[in-house]
């Protein structure tokens, strides 16, 4: 049985991880980053599957997650005694990153707990506000007839049932967080179509994403096959290729 994760709504990726952790009952100075990491990514691709729209913060820290993970299952090179210290656990940024978000996320807690207690407290010896009612006028002006005002009386009406303004935005993303989902896409997979990639993308999103193909054939994390001109490109990790 693989960790099942609820699909909750969560303010961010740190939101995200604090929940883990404590649902792992683990010590946050002591992350066990590969399990974390394990979780969060079902996290993702349970989004996925539903076809939830994932945030960018999500998939940046994603990558960061599998970025520390690969750190750590490194081995240690060895080093001779009069050499520099050794290097700094790489967890430790990101330990900071979280226990400065708990304390603002405890602290909003606790001032949204004083608001809503204080909303049911009234003070004694305030005099309820007046009230001003709307003068009536007796007299019309200008000599309106019965049919001027019954237009003015449907434009009153159309105009109180007509539905409000609306804005649409457009959220674009950029080549990192691309570059971060297209890193999750290949995690256990020996390759991957760019068509894939474009599935329900706009033009915006085509460029930003041959961008990041791109960025990661120069970074030698992937690489990309063509049998012919217009063909169908390939996408392969970079350990897959040369295995």
């Known amino acids: 049985m693989g960790y099942v994760v609820k699909l909750e709504a969560y303010e ?42 994932i945030g960018g913060e999500f998939l940046v ?9 690969a750190k750590m299952l490194l081995p240690a090179e060895e ?16 330990v900071e990153q979280l226990l400065r978000y708990k304390a603002f996320k405890q602290a909003a807690a606790w001032l949204n707990e004083r608001y809503s207690s204080s909303t049911g407290c009234y003070t004694r010896g305030t005099t309820p506000p ?35 303004p609306s804005q649409t935005i457009v959220q674009r993303i ?18 991957l179509s760019f068509d894939e990639l474009l599935h329900n993308k706009s033009r915006a999103d085509v460029v930003v994403t041959f961008l990041a193909v791109l960025e990661l054939v120069r970074l030698r994390e992937i690489r990309v096959r ?18």
């Open 12 to 53: 961010g990726p740190f939101d995200l991880l604090l929940d883990l952790i404590e649902k792992n009952e683990v010590d946050i100075f002591n992350i066990p980053i590969a399990v974390i990491t394990e979780q969060y990514l079902d996290y993702l691709h349970s989004m996925q599957e539903q076809d939830l729209a």
């Open 61 to 69: 820290m994603a990558a960061t997650l599998i970025r520390i993970k």
């Open 79 to 94: 080093k001779e005694e009069e050499e520099e210290p050794e290097e700094k656990d790489p967890r430790e940024a990101l």
């Open 130 to 164: 007046q009230r001003v009612t709307a003068p009536v006028f007796t007299n019309l002006i200008g000599g309106l007839t019965v049919r001027d005002l019954a237009a003015v009386y449907g434009q009153i009406l159309k105009d109180l049932y007509a539905e409000p």
């Open 174 to 191: 950029s080549v990192v967080q691309r570059l971060a989902e297209i890193r999750i896409r290949l995690v256990g997979r020996d390759r």
């Open 226 to 243: 063509q049998d012919k001109t217009f063909g169908f490109i390939e996408i392969m990790p970079q350990h897959r290729w040369e295995g």
